[in-house]
């Protein structure tokens, strides 16, 4: 394990002539990295490295000040470049840090969850599930953007919450380091954690995060269905390939003013499926949740859309997802809190994403419960097809729940 007390860094491949070096003496806590700095043995350049934490661990990234550098090309567009860009033009950003001592400790065990992702916060905070038996004098310290601090489960030791927007965590936050400084006096020894981005949630106790108790499978076909539409007015629900070419072309040219059609389109095909689906079952329940309040749903919405979440606000939402026989958005991030507390699922997944299937999907039902109440649809499936998987799951469950509860 990595440790910056006592001071243990990694290893490192030098950019230009590949020589793995041993750790160096130097490091700078950027914010989402620890970049490790100094000087090749073999050829005398100086350079930086992350240190394996977090997606480090896959994708090691090692680059100087003149323009060489190393990293994986699947690494390149999310992680490389911003890292690279922040360091050699010195981006910075500040923010205050809030110490929050929940149990005096002396040996630190910390887990950096700073992305600019909100989906790899909360991976990157599910580590935590893991440590909580970890004995004293040792304890979990948590490193988190302030606006996810609200999930940190009551077992760890120590909260340190960073007051910055996740957009503008790719900069190097340059109070960051000067706090990790100073803080390092209160113990004997604070240690790295690896922090793994792609552990097994079926072992995740949720409760521990979201402090609500999700919907109740025997409960499913009692309740009168209550559908959530999960809005995004920064990745659309798009109907066609036209839509996906000029949304493509829209964010590469910047062009502003086809972004109210594209929310527009976004609304229609959401208030469709809910006018289908009440035709068959006209006592449903649709809510409407996210980020951003454009256009007007019919009165028969529960609208809980916000232009800014807040604690109160995101434990609100927690409360509709697990009300939910199903949640229903594009895949994103969004579905992840949805998905762990719903009934089930329809994602609607672009092509380009069908890579990243799993990631943003936390349903915990038994293999057969799995397959009937969460689907992943193509972006461009019709309305109509989608009303049809949202009646058909409502109204054939409870065959399927009598015929595979009949021992329990």
């Excluded at 992702?117 to 893991?130: D, E, S």
């Excluded at 996906?244 to 959401?270: C, G, H, N, V």
Aim: charged share 20%.
């Amino acid at each position: 394990m990595w440790s910056l007390k006592p001071y243990k860094s990694p290893p490192s491949k030098c950019p230009k002539c590949s020589h793995e070096n041993a750790g160096f003496n130097k490091h700078i806590f950027t914010g989402v990295h620890i970049l490790g700095e100094g000087t090749c043995g073999i050829c005398g350049t100086n350079y930086f490295h992350n240190w394996p934490i977090g997606h480090g661990l896959e994708f090691p990234i090692s680059f100087t000040n003149n323009g060489l550098a190393r990293y994986p090309r699947k690494a390149y567009h999310w992680m490389a470049r911003p890292l690279i860009r922040a360091v050699k033009k010195d981006l910075k950003v500040t923010a205050t840090v809030r110490r929050e001592v929940r149990k005096k400790i002396k040996h630190a065990l910390l887990l950096n969850c700073l992305d600019p992702c909100y989906g790899h916060v909360l991976w990157k905070l599910f580590n935590t599930f893991h440590h909580q038996r970890v004995s004293a004098p040792q304890g979990v310290v948590v490193l988190i953007p302030e606006s996810c601090a609200w999930m940190v489960p009551d077992h760890v030791a120590e909260i340190w919450a960073v007051d910055v927007s996740l957009r503008d965590i790719n900069f190097q936050i340059d109070s960051l380091d000067l706090f990790m400084q100073e803080v390092s006096d209160n113990y004997d020894s604070l240690q790295m954690l690896p922090v793994f981005t792609h552990i097994d949630h079926q072992e995740i106790e949720f409760y521990q995060y979201f402090r609500t108790e999700p919907f109740q499978i025997s409960e499913f076909s009692i309740k009168q269905l209550c559908v959530t539409f999960i809005w995004r007015e920064d990745r659309f629900w798009l109907r066609t390939r036209l839509e996906e070419w000029l949304s493509l072309a829209a964010t590469k040219f910047s062009i502003d003013w086809l972004r109210p059609w594209f929310l527009y389109r976004q609304l229609r095909a959401m208030v469709r499926v809910a006018n289908q689906v009440k035709l068959e079952l006209p006592v449903a329940m649709f809510k409407i949740t996210g980020l951003g309040t454009w256009g007007t749903f019919p009165e028969y919405f529960e609208d809980l859309r916000q232009l800014n979440m807040t604690k109160d606000s995101e434990k609100k939402l927690c409360q509709a997802f697990a009300q939910s026989h199903l949640v229903v958005g594009v895949h994103g991030s969004n579905m992840m809190i949805p998905t762990a507390l719903s009934a089930g699922f329809i994602e609607l997944l672009p092509t380009h994403k069908i890579p990243f299937i799993s990631e943003d999907i936390l349903m915990k039902h038994p293999a057969r419960y799995q397959t009937f109440l969460g689907r992943h649809l193509d972006m461009f499936t019709s309305t109509r097809f989608i009303t049809r998987h949202i009646i058909s799951i409502y109204k054939d469950f409870s065959y399927l729940y009598k015929n595979t509860s009949v021992w329990s």
